[in-house]
């Protein structure tokens, strides 16, 4: 009896010890993460639009200014078609590299190198150098004159497909597409590594069998291999959506706002609109449909994620 | 096997991983390029041409303005990196080994932080840093990235834990080891590759972060990748210089990737959710 109530005092300082290596974080990040959202949603809700603060309520002003606003309209439109047109680039990429690399390539370590060491570099130095690359009086433009072709880049004002939606005309901006050729050149990386992974996982007896079989090797990668990569590519899109929807620093770096905005985001909006317009509010309203697009994504995966651990 | 057309299809894979292996390494070529020419080579029309002669003098000049931007980031990412890992640590050891009722909803709650878009908690992080005399300072910036690396570090911690087998802790357990001396008698020591994966990851981040960076700091307080943004919007700099200035700035994470690349890759896989 007594060596039992030891035990049992002993297991509930190791609980009490437990609780105390993780109280820290968790109050940090209740207050830092939870708490400060929720501030930056009553900021969004208030008056606060000059550089001194005001609280005052404003209710969904903010909000239906930003909607009816030509620059904001152009990041929605934006945001969206750089998060397809990124992230497609990047598993279409990822992928076909991680197939052919799979197949015992020569120089096998020196062509993965070769497609990760971006994925080291900061976004904004990925940014200064392609803003030089994809600059229309220079860079990749000087091999393309000899062709007679100069395309305009992310000078570029067209916007493809176009048709006129609420203030401004909606399609695929053209100069959006040098922030994808960028972006994805950096993140492709990323998804290689990932389906390299996951092929490197797949038992080599499934392809020997299905071979026994007769399945060409097309057959093989359609049937047997695609199908087991799909969590990962859940992954990748999931990863590469949290991050082209907060874009923020490459854009920054590379081109700015872009004429008519073409080349604009939120986050980049709300980083100017606060912190050189000193509209704060406008800045919040920005921030949480920013969170909202994520959260959009982020919270069914972490959800189906928490289940399948329990 | 050497069928023409297997001979072929080899033939078209090599031609396509060469080819995008040109586009991959073009960014990095006409940084050395440009950055090793003389004043007198560097015109727009000769981007692409190689120089003469080598010549060191935009790397001098580079240096000249981000060098003590440069030592910020160093200031900045070491201490940073080791106390969020430290954190990581703590965390993913109670969340792997001492799991409780709801300390899987505890865990979910402390991944959201590494997914949400920082726009969302800056205005109330900025008036917080000013109040408590934090604001524009290198201690503040420190502060920031160990608070909002808890999610990944305690994710890769986690998961790294996870692979150390249950049955080790229980047979210290019944030696008489109890939580404090498990940690530190058989989680810590085996954790070092743990520790490396993390402070890779984690380095490589916070040197390359930027948003957090150019809204809490100013002028001499700034990490090297404002001081670069900052040289790059510049119009008087010449572009041979920003080369030089972008390199300069991506070189420890380049080294850091070349050097220990493999646990770089491991991070990308550990950081991924899943892994």
């Known amino acids: 009896m007594a060596t039992k109530q030891k035990t049992k005092q002993k297991f509930s300082k190791d609980q009490w010890l437990a609780i105390g290596f993780l109280a820290p974080s968790i109050l940090l990040i209740l207050v830092f993460v939870y708490g400060f959202i929720s501030w930056t949603g009553y900021v969004s809700l208030s008056n606060w639009n000059t550089i001194v603060p005001d609280f005052s309520f404003a209710g969904l002003k903010n909000y239906l200014y930003l909607f009816s606003d030509f620059r904001f309209q152009s990041d929605l439109r934006n945001m969206l078609f750089f998060t397809i047109l990124f992230i497609g680039a990047v598993i279409i990429l990822g992928l076909g590299l991680a197939i052919l690399l799979d197949k015992k390539i020569k120089g096998e370590s020196f062509f993965r ?35 007679g072709i100069e395309p305009l880049w992310y000078t570029d ?42 092929l490197r996982g797949i038992p080599e007896e499934l392809r020997e069998a299905a071979r026994m079989d007769g399945a060409s090797e097309l057959q093989i990668y359609r049937k047997i291999i695609l199908p087991q990569l799909r969590p990962i590519t859940a992954s990748v899109v999931i990863m590469m959506a949290h991050i082209s929807l907060k874009i923020f620093d490459l854009i920054y770096a590379m081109t700015g706002p872009g004429a008519n905005f073409v080349t604009d985001v939120p986050g980049l909006y709300m980083f100017e609109t606060t912190f050189r317009g000193n509209y704060y509010a406008h800045g919040a309203a920005i921030a949480i449909i920013m969170l909202l697009a994520v959260a959009i994504f982020i919270v069914p995966y972490l959800w189906n994620n928490r289940r399948a651990d329990s | 096997m050497t069928t023409p057309s297997h001979y072929f299809a080899r033939l078209l894979k090599y031609f396509i991983l060469i080819v995008l292996a040109l586009f991959f390494l073009m960014p990095v070529y006409v940084i050395l390029v440009t950055s090793l020419k003389p004043l007198d080579e560097i015109s727009l029309s000769q981007m692409w041409a190689l120089p003469t002669s080598i010549d060191f003098s935009s790397y001098v000049q580079a240096f000249e303005e981000l060098g003590p931007n440069f030592l910020n980031s160093f200031y900045l990412a070491i201490p940073a990196t080791l106390l969020s890992a430290l954190l990581g640590a703590m965390n993913g050891y109670v969340l792997s080994k001492w799991k409780f009722k709801g300390s899987e909803t505890l865990f979910t709650v402390i991944l959201f932080g590494m997914f949400i878009p920082y726009q969302s908690i800056l205005i109330p992080l900025i008036q917080f840093l000013d109040t408590i005399g934090l604001y524009n300072s290198i201690l503040g910036l420190i502060f920031v990235h160990v608070v909002y690396g808890l999610p990944i570090t305690t994710l890769m911690f986690r998961n790294f834990y996870a692979n150390i087998p249950d049955e080790m802790l229980e047979s210290a357990r019944i030696d008489g080891a109890g939580f404090l001396g498990i940690f530190r008698h058989i989680i810590l020591p085996l954790s070092i590759t743990g520790f490396v994966v993390v402070a890779i990851w984690q380095f490589t981040n916070i040197w390359n972060e930027f948003l957090f960076a150019v809204t809490i700091t100013q002028s001499d307080q700034q990490p090297v990748m404002v001081a670069l943004q900052n040289l790059s919007g510049s119009q008087i700099v010449q572009w041979n210089v920003q080369m030089a200035g972008a390199f300069i700035a991506a070189l420890p994470t380049l080294l850091v990737y070349m050097i220990l690349g493999k646990y770089f890759v491991r991070g990308l896989l550990a950081g991924s959710v899943k892994g």
Do not use: D, H, R
């Open chain 1, 113 to 147: 190198n070769i497609f990760l060491f971006p994925m080291a570099l900061s976004f904004v130095v990925t940014g200064v150098v392609w803003q030089w690359l994809l600059n229309p009086s220079t860079g990749v433009n000087n091999f393309l004159k000899t062709f």
């Open chain 1, 157 to 198: 004002t067209n916007i493809l497909a176009g048709f006129q939606w609420g203030q401004i005309e909606f399609g695929v901006p053209v100069a959006i597409l040098s922030i994808v050729i960028a972006s994805a050149w950096q993140m492709t990386g990323f998804a290689l590594a990932m389906y390299l992974a996951g």
